[in-house]
């Protein structure tokens, strides 16, 4: 583990936390489906808004929606490669049913709704990749499917209430990559207040731990394994900003019926 990730205190899960790395190369070694389900299992005791569990995992088999998938996706060879691929679902379709059900006006559309169901499909699938890695397997997120995410509702016949949030890529690694440095503690953890009354900016308003940090992932970026890069942490947030990535979402999600008000 680098020191840069040593979080200072010590016991199995802590270590595996600091030890997360995404991968994308996989040996052959398949992961057996009663290993897949009870992955999930303990994946689903994840917290969850209400307990309304708003979502659904897709495992994705079938080799040509697989290709398909990595296509659109990048292309992310890694897509079609991985022993496991799953598309995580936030999904409220079980939430109206339940409305239907008991005769209860169907009270959808809503922003909440969006935030509820999004933040329990990142829980649980957060949940699958530390349980994943507890058992020696290694994974990386797809955030690329929704660089067509109707194709992907089409292909996996994901119906309104329901759209697909990421990918997840899982298999026993063929590589062991550096991890990658955090921000400073002291940048994600505040007290009392969101910023500190006085406290130091540049003229841009990067607080100096930044900028430093800056320093960090580039020697992290120059040194590592493979994919060498000459990068800083602001120079690519920077890049990311500039940018108008995947403006389809919003139009997206109001026709699955999310984000509508
Ligand atoms: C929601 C989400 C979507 C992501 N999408 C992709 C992706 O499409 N392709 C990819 O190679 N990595 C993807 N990643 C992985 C991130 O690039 C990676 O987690 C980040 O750079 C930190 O590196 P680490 O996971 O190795 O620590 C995604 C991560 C998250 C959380």
């Given at each position: 583990m680098s020191s840069f990730m040593n979080p200072g205190i010590d016991n199995p899960v802590i270590d595996l936390l600091s030890r997360h790395r995404s991968i994308r190369k996989f040996n052959s070694r398949p992961v057996g489906?009663?290993?897949?389900?009870?992955?999930?299992?303990?994946?689903?005791?994840?917290?969850?808004?209400?307990?309304?569990?708003?979502y659904t995992i897709i495992q994705v088999k079938d080799s040509e929606n697989r290709q398909a998938i990595a296509d659109l996706a990048g292309p992310q060879p890694w897509v079609a490669q991985a022993p496991v691929f799953l598309v995580f679902c936030a999904d409220l379709t079980r939430l109206v049913a339940a409305a239907r059900h008991h005769g209860?006006?169907?009270?959808?559309?809503?922003?909440?709704?969006?935030?509820?169901?999004?933040?329990?499909?990142?829980l649980v699938a957060q949940n699958l990749m530390v349980a994943a890695e507890s058992m020696g397997l290694g994974g990386v997120f797809i955030g690329g499917i929704r660089n067509d995410p109707e194709q992907v509702c089409d292909l996996l016949n994901i119906p309104d209430q329901a759209f697909p949030v990421f990918g997840l890529c899982l298999g026993y690694p063929e590589q062991i990559p550096d991890t990658k440095p955090r921000l400073p503690v002291t940048q994600v953890l505040r007290q009392d207040y969101f910023q500190a009354p006085g406290e130091k900016e540049n003229s841009s308003g990067l607080p100096k731990e930044v900028t430093n940090f800056d320093g960090t992932l580039h020697n992290y970026y120059k040194n590592r394994d493979s994919n060498l890069k000459d990068q800083t942490w602001t120079g690519q947030m920077a890049e990311l900003t500039g940018r108008i990535i995947r403006p389809w979402m919003k139009a997206f999600l109001e026709k699955k019926g999310f984000f509508r008000r």
């Open positions: 489906d009663d290993t897949l389900k009870g992955l999930v299992k303990a994946a689903q005791c994840a917290s969850t808004s209400h307990h309304v569990q708003a209860v006006p169907e009270e959808i559309g809503w922003a909440e709704q969006l935030i509820v169901a999004t933040v329990d499909t990142a």
